[in-house]
């Protein structure tokens, strides 16, 4: 039988590949199959594919064409990634703070389609009101094309009617490579702060992200608020790249003078009260992958989170005040945690969890995946096996990247300032956890320790390492 530990960590990468594009791998012997075959291809992807010098753009016609009027309240709003975790909280927000109409750009068919999406979404997360229904005009579009794929009529129609936008859309995947990504996520912004500047000048906020601080320049360095992003050439996830480009290119549009905002969450987690979350995301897959590993790295990583209502709640707070123009936002819970206290917290509910070097880690992981043996870490293996730099001739891991010895001094003053009036109740990290397990939990996505809902031996098969 195969030792996963005596692989090299090209091997694994090459191997990795394989299982990415392939399925149904049922034994062992087949693993020696995919490994020579693995041995063929390239590897993954990696950041050779972007040029953040290239990237940094706007086109001189585009600026604003007339001053903002700051007295305006906003009766029309324009909303992309309305049908995504973040946006429909966002959209709900929206909706309760103002009066106004909202446009939501929406993949779909047709308006009709568009718009049960949104419903659908919205009730899906326990916030859907009947009294919404005339207030949202779906608009069928796709950020992946120049204009969102709208007919110049109704791009011009939207240019003349918005007062303010919330551009929150994106295609989130830490898996696929810039060249995959910068069409729905760096062009889409282009043509976003287009919008912004024809007709008349429309206020902008942009959903970014902590993440535009993922690489090693900024280890242990610090990460304002007022400076303009750095270090583009060290990011190496192609997500992360289009989300710095987006974030720089908003910036740039800041100084010809459209009245914009930056809102930089870090992983966005459940409703503080109902606990709904997105159970696709990193921290929902990594409760429940390690539990179903039964071990967890010995790496301690930062967990930067922040609640949904939270978070939107306070980007609508923000969005009124007159000082926000111009400025990026950093948002954390008040006390940020380590990988650690969660897995304490876990074992506390009575999950067993053993602790292991990360290559070992990482290595019983690909064994689980190679065998067919669910985990919900799998659709990120190829995040998780990223390695992203060197330190003493040792290849530094993603999760060294994210331990709590690594990351950059982050700084939020600009949230405190605009929210130091504002009541918005944040849990503590502890409450947030517990919130969030009952719901994973309740929704059957997390078995509960022993595996009582379930296949017991299957969702807790350990691997040997
Ligand atoms: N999740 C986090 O922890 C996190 C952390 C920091 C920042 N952010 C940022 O927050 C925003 C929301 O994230 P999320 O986690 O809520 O993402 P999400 O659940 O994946 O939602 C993404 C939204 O963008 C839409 N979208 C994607 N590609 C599109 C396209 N080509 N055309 C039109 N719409 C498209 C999706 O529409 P469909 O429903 O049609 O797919 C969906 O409505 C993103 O900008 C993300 O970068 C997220």
């Given at each position: 039988m195969m030792d996963f530990r005596k692989l090299s960590p090209q091997d694994k990468r090459r191997l990795l590949v394989d299982l990415l594009t392939?399925?149904?791998?049922?034994?062992?012997h087949s693993l020696e199959h995919l490994l020579r075959l693995g041995r063929q291809t390239s590897g993954l992807k990696d950041k050779s594919q972007f040029d953040p010098s290239k990237e940094v753009f706007l086109d001189p016609d585009i600026r604003p064409c007339s001053p903002w009027d700051e007295t305006l309240e906003p009766k029309a709003i324009f909303l992309t990634g309305a049908t995504g975790y973040m946006g429909r909280f966002l959209l709900f927000e929206l909706l309760k703070s103002f009066p106004s109409r909202v446009y939501c750009l929406i993949r779909a068919s047709s308006a009709i389609d568009a718009k049960k999406r949104i419903e659908d979404m919205m009730k899906s997360s326990l916030i859907w009101d009947p009294d919404f229904q005339h207030r949202i005009v779906p608009i069928p579009g796709n950020l992946d094309r120049p204009a969102f794929g709208l007919p110049p009529e109704k791009f011009d129609f939207l240019a003349r009617e918005i007062d303010w936008i919330y551009h929150a859309g994106a295609t989130v995947n830490f898996v696929y490579p810039y060249s995959a990504l910068k069409a729905p996520n760096v062009d889409a912004t282009r043509e976003i702060i287009r919008l912004a500047c024809q007709y008349r000048t429309k206020r902008l906020h942009y959903v970014s992200s902590m993440a535009v601080f993922d690489s090693l320049g900024y280890s242990g360095k610090p990460a304002l608020e007022d400076l303009a992003l750095q270090h583009g050439d060290s990011l190496f996830i192609g997500y992360v790249q289009t989300k710095w480009a987006s974030d720089s290119i908003i910036s740039l549009a800041g100084t010809r003078g459209v009245p914009i905002s930056i809102h930089r969450p870090p992983f966005i987690s459940c409703h503080s009260e109902t606990g709904v979350c997105n159970t696709k995301d990193f921290v929902a897959r990594w409760i429940s992958g390690i539990t179903q590993l039964g071990c967890v790295s010995n790496i301690n990583i930062r967990m930067d989170l922040v609640p949904v209502d939270y978070l939107c709640k306070a980007i609508i707070h923000l969005s009124r005040?007159?000082?926000?123009?111009?400025k990026a936002f950093h948002y954390f819970l008040p006390q940020p945690f380590l990988s650690h206290q969660l897995v304490e917290w876990l074992t506390g509910y009575g999950y067993k969890l053993s602790v292991a070097p990360y290559d070992e880690w990482e290595s019983g992981l690909l064994r689980t995946a190679a065998l067919g043996v669910d985990n919900a870490l799998h659709p990120l293996l190829g995040f998780l096996a990223a390695r992203v730099g060197e330190e003493n001739g040792r290849p530094l891991s993603i999760a060294d990247m994210y331990s709590s010895e690594r990351r950059p001094r982050y700084d939020g003053k600009n949230v405190q300032f605009e929210l130091q009036n504002a009541s918005i109740p944040c849990p503590s990290s502890e409450q947030l956890f517990r919130t969030y397990y009952d719901y994973l939990i309740r929704s059957g996505f997390l078995k509960p320790p022993g595996g009582a809902a379930g296949n017991p031996s299957r969702a807790h098969a350990r691997p040997s390492f």
């Amino acid at each position: 039988m195969m030792d996963f530990r005596k692989l090299s960590p090209q091997d694994k990468r090459r191997l990795l590949v394989d299982l990415l594009t392939r399925k149904g791998l049922t034994d062992v012997h087949s693993l020696e199959h995919l490994l020579r075959l693995g041995r063929q291809t390239s590897g993954l992807k990696d950041k050779s594919q972007f040029d953040p010098s290239k990237e940094v753009f706007l086109d001189p016609d585009i600026r604003p064409c007339s001053p903002w009027d700051e007295t305006l309240e906003p009766k029309a709003i324009f909303l992309t990634g309305a049908t995504g975790y973040m946006g429909r909280f966002l959209l709900f927000e929206l909706l309760k703070s103002f009066p106004s109409r909202v446009y939501c750009l929406i993949r779909a068919s047709s308006a009709i389609d568009a718009k049960k999406r949104i419903e659908d979404m919205m009730k899906s997360s326990l916030i859907w009101d009947p009294d919404f229904q005339h207030r949202i005009v779906p608009i069928p579009g796709n950020l992946d094309r120049p204009a969102f794929g709208l007919p110049p009529e109704k791009f011009d129609f939207l240019a003349r009617e918005i007062d303010w936008i919330y551009h929150a859309g994106a295609t989130v995947n830490f898996v696929y490579p810039y060249s995959a990504l910068k069409a729905p996520n760096v062009d889409a912004t282009r043509e976003i702060i287009r919008l912004a500047c024809q007709y008349r000048t429309k206020r902008l906020h942009y959903v970014s992200s902590m993440a535009v601080f993922d690489s090693l320049g900024y280890s242990g360095k610090p990460a304002l608020e007022d400076l303009a992003l750095q270090h583009g050439d060290s990011l190496f996830i192609g997500y992360v790249q289009t989300k710095w480009a987006s974030d720089s290119i908003i910036s740039l549009a800041g100084t010809r003078g459209v009245p914009i905002s930056i809102h930089r969450p870090p992983f966005i987690s459940c409703h503080s009260e109902t606990g709904v979350c997105n159970t696709k995301d990193f921290v929902a897959r990594w409760i429940s992958g390690i539990t179903q590993l039964g071990c967890v790295s010995n790496i301690n990583i930062r967990m930067d989170l922040v609640p949904v209502d939270y978070l939107c709640k306070a980007i609508i707070h923000l969005s009124r005040s007159r000082t926000s123009i111009g400025k990026a936002f950093h948002y954390f819970l008040p006390q940020p945690f380590l990988s650690h206290q969660l897995v304490e917290w876990l074992t506390g509910y009575g999950y067993k969890l053993s602790v292991a070097p990360y290559d070992e880690w990482e290595s019983g992981l690909l064994r689980t995946a190679a065998l067919g043996v669910d985990n919900a870490l799998h659709p990120l293996l190829g995040f998780l096996a990223a390695r992203v730099g060197e330190e003493n001739g040792r290849p530094l891991s993603i999760a060294d990247m994210y331990s709590s010895e690594r990351r950059p001094r982050y700084d939020g003053k600009n949230v405190q300032f605009e929210l130091q009036n504002a009541s918005i109740p944040c849990p503590s990290s502890e409450q947030l956890f517990r919130t969030y397990y009952d719901y994973l939990i309740r929704s059957g996505f997390l078995k509960p320790p022993g595996g009582a809902a379930g296949n017991p031996s299957r969702a807790h098969a350990r691997p040997s390492f």
